[in-house]
């Protein structure tokens, strides 16, 4: 029973670590025939918050089906002060650099870029948390950085990367962001369940960016976009918000949080293929060298003994 606990895990995680690397050509795409970066943020949040309140009522009803006590989950003022600046990290400024970032930079530089955030975690950590910095990790940081500065420095340097400078650092800006949210936010994350914690931050978001989307909600031309950039923008709601997140606390249960972490690195093979096969991306040795520097930065962190394991997420 526990290994089929296990594989159901793993399987989980794969789930969730292929729709992610997944969104990132397919958004790419959708936003390059006639949805824009901010219209994109506003279907995310507002489309995720939608899916997240359906679902809590779905559980509500489940649990008065098999008449069971439902357990409610008290949110105190002080609660909602807590989920809303986790809104802002998790969700606003980390989306808002992410998804106008990729906007302007090739799918795959957004995807590596991704794979900096459980570094930029660590050295939060140490700060915030007071976890240990060890040799290990202190290593991982600098061959992490090196990967990321090899993406950016190519961009600068007009190396044929298909990334653009100023997106490539919106990017690293949201892995930060992300990073402020995993560290800062922690205990009231721990608190409640999965779905309450983000029906309330999608909704809080779409509350923040839904209001600067509406003057381009009012000029879009909604008759001339096609059936697949409707389709690609479903998946990033559908999938790489909703069913991806689902998915990851589901694995969260049975695995350890580094085994978690570590299938966070899938999402740059996954988008560097889908990116090659689909024509909206290209793979070269900057990109090759980026990603054997930050997976091995990565590792050394995960290998290094800390206070306790930290978590990683998209």
Same mark, same amino acid.
């Given at each position: 029973?526990?290994?089929?606990?296990?594989?159901?895990?793993?399987?989980?995680?794969?789930?969730?670590?292929?729709?992610?690397?997944?969104?990132?050509?397919?958004?790419?795409?959708?936003?390059?025939?006639?949805?824009?970066?901010?219209?994109?943020?506003?279907?995310?949040?507002?489309?995720?918050?939608?899916?997240?309140?359906?679902?809590?009522?779905?559980?509500?009803?489940?649990?008065?089906?098999?008449?069971?006590?439902?357990?409610?989950?008290?949110?105190?003022?002080?609660?909602?002060?807590?989920?809303?600046?986790?809104?802002?990290?998790?969700?606003?400024?980390?989306?808002?650099?992410?998804?106008?970032?990729?906007?302007?930079?090739?799918?795959?530089?957004?995807?590596?870029?991704?794979?900096?955030?459980?570094?930029?975690?660590?050295?939060?950590?140490?700060?915030?948390?007071?976890?240990?910095?060890?040799?290990?990790?202190?290593?991982?940081?600098?061959?992490?950085?090196?990967?990321?500065?090899?993406? +950016?420095? %190519?961009?600068?340097?007009? =190396?044929?990367? @298909?990334?653009?400078?100023? $997106?490539?650092?919106?990017? *690293? #800006?949201?892995?930060?962001?992300?990073?402020?949210?995993?560290?800062?936010?922690?205990?009231?994350?721990?608190?409640?369940?999965?779905?309450?914690?983000?029906?309330?931050?999608?909704?809080?978001?779409?509350?923040?960016?839904?209001?600067?989307?509406?003057?381009?909600?009012?000029?879009?031309?909604?008759?001339?976009?096609?059936?697949?950039?409707?389709?690609?923008?479903?998946?990033?709601?559908?999938?790489?918000?909703?069913?991806?997140?689902?998915?990851?606390?589901?694995?969260?249960?049975?695995?350890?949080?580094?085994?978690?972490?570590?299938?966070?690195?899938?999402?740059? +093979?996954? %988008?560097?293929?889908?990116? =090659?096969?689909? @024509?909206?991306?290209?793979? $070269?040795?900057?990109?090759? *060298? #980026?990603?054997?520097?930050?997976?091995?930065?990565?590792?050394?962190?995960?290998?290094?003994?800390?206070?306790?394991?930290?978590?990683?997420?998209?």
């Amino acid at each position: 029973m526990k290994q089929r606990s296990l594989l159901t895990g793993h399987l989980c995680m794969m789930g969730a670590s292929t729709m992610w690397g997944l969104m990132a050509p397919l958004g790419k795409d959708a936003m390059a025939n006639g949805i824009s970066g901010l219209e994109m943020i506003c279907f995310r949040v507002t489309g995720g918050s939608i899916c997240f309140w359906l679902a809590s009522f779905v559980v509500l009803l489940l649990n008065r089906d098999k008449g069971a006590e439902q357990t409610k989950e008290r949110i105190t003022p002080k609660d909602s002060a807590l989920l809303f600046g986790a809104a802002l990290f998790a969700i606003v400024f980390n989306q808002c650099n992410y998804i106008i970032g990729l906007s302007i930079t090739s799918p795959l530089n957004a995807s590596i870029m991704t794979t900096i955030m459980p570094i930029f975690t660590m050295i939060l950590a140490t700060i915030v948390l007071k976890e240990p910095l060890t040799s290990k990790k202190f290593l991982g940081v600098i061959l992490g950085a090196c990967g990321a500065a090899t993406l +950016i420095l %190519a961009s600068a340097n007009g =190396v044929a990367s @298909g990334g653009v400078l100023k $997106g490539d650092l919106m990017c *690293v #800006a949201a892995q930060f962001s992300y990073s402020i949210y995993l560290t800062a936010f922690k205990s009231v994350i721990q608190k409640f369940t999965a779905i309450t914690c983000m029906k309330w931050m999608m909704t809080f978001a779409a509350l923040v960016v839904v209001p600067f989307g509406i003057p381009q909600f009012m000029e879009l031309d909604w008759a001339s976009i096609g059936n697949k950039t409707w389709a690609e923008t479903a998946f990033v709601v559908v999938g790489g918000t909703f069913f991806s997140f689902l998915l990851s606390t589901n694995a969260q249960k049975v695995l350890r949080p580094t085994v978690v972490a570590m299938y966070n690195y899938m999402q740059p +093979i996954i %988008a560097c293929m889908v990116s =090659v096969l689909i @024509g909206v991306g290209i793979f $070269g040795w900057n990109q090759l *060298v #980026a990603i054997v520097l930050v997976f091995s930065g990565v590792y050394l962190v995960n290998k290094s003994k800390a206070k306790d394991d930290g978590q990683a997420c998209k």
